[in-house]
């Protein structure tokens, strides 16, 4: 049970994955007003920096679950690193279906709706760990303005048009799932300019170190594409933001 290969050469060099940077993450865990000993279940937590730099600027508690092991283990370093291994914890495993064992004050999935087969059952999904009152976390594309043809919407890595919404629909559609949107915090192009063009430097490395590997035809391919792809597509239609909700 891992992720592809792709996806650890890709990101290599990323502490966060997903179109944040660590003062938009800052700004998240500023504008939520974390308590100490806040407990939180981060769902596909990835290399654990959101846990990690809370625990260490909030004192916060908690559980970060992912599907790699590249990056568990990242997670866990991070921990020790930031002197908060004492407070977190990382466990290697499927997010899917993860609930946990007493509810915690915030649960969160930024950017792995995949967990629940989409939105409404990451929501779903989600909710199942929260206790009452408390604060949930998910990170959701969105469309920045309307996508010309299917074709922009498959290179934003949709499957078709209607899988995203525009930010206000968005909004409503959590309204519709039961849940008030409390705070947001919105990644913006620069940010997206730092996730993706970073992934780019990541993976000509690597291909430069690993010539003969079976992964290398696949990685030039994505070398050759992807920046086109992005400044073409992305960067202008595809918005991602983190939306904190509190179930009504």
Same mark, same amino acid.
């Given at each position: 049970?891992?992720?592809?290969r ?29 308590? *100490? @000993? ?10 654990g920096e ?13 559980? @970060? ?30 997010? !899917?279906? #993860? ?8 649960? !969160?999935?930024?950017? !792995? ?6 939105? !409404? ?5 989600l909710?199942?760990?929260?206790? +009452? ?5 998910? @990170?959701?594309? $969105? ?11 498959? /290179?934003?890595? /949709? ?6 919404? *525009? ?8 309204? @519709?799932l039961? $849940? ?11 940010s997206?300019?730092? $996730? ?16 003969? +590997? ?10 050759s594409?992807? *920046?086109?792809? #992005? ?5 202008? #239609? ?11």
């Open positions: 049970m891992d992720l592809p792709i996806f650890t050469v890709r990101e290599s060099s990323h502490r966060i994955h997903n179109p944040f940077s660590p003062g938009k993450l800052a700004t998240l865990g500023e504008a939520l007003r974390l308590a *100490p @000993g806040t407990r939180v279940l981060d769902l596909a937590s990835g290399s959101m846990l990690c730099t809370w625990s260490r600027d909030h004192r916060v508690t908690g559980t @970060g679950v992912d599907i790699s092991t590249v990056s568990t283990e990242q997670a866990r370093a991070r921990a020790v690193e930031l002197g908060v291994a004492d407070r977190v914890r990382f466990a290697h495993g499927d997010a !899917a279906g #993860y609930v946990a064992d007493e509810p915690v004050d915030l649960v !969160a999935c930024l950017g !792995a709706s995949w967990i629940g087969d989409g939105l !409404a059952g990451t929501v779903e999904l909710g199942r760990s929260l206790r +009452d009152g408390g604060l949930m976390l998910v @990170g959701e594309p $969105y469309w920045r303005r309307e996508v010309p043809d299917e074709e922009a919407a498959r /290179a934003c890595h /949709a499957h078709r048009k209607d899988d995203f919404l *525009p930010l206000p629909e968005l909004v409503e559609r959590f309204g @519709g039961g $849940y008030d949107v409390v705070e947001m915090v919105l990644a913006d192009q620069d997206w300019d730092r $996730y993706r063009a970073a992934q780019w430097l990541n993976l000509r490395r690597w291909l430069d170190q690993n010539p003969g +590997d079976e992964l290398a035809a696949e990685v030039r391919e994505e070398l594409t992807e *920046p086109v792809r #992005y400044t073409r597509y992305q960067r202008e #239609y595809l918005g991602w933001g983190v939306f904190a909700l509190m179930r009504r």
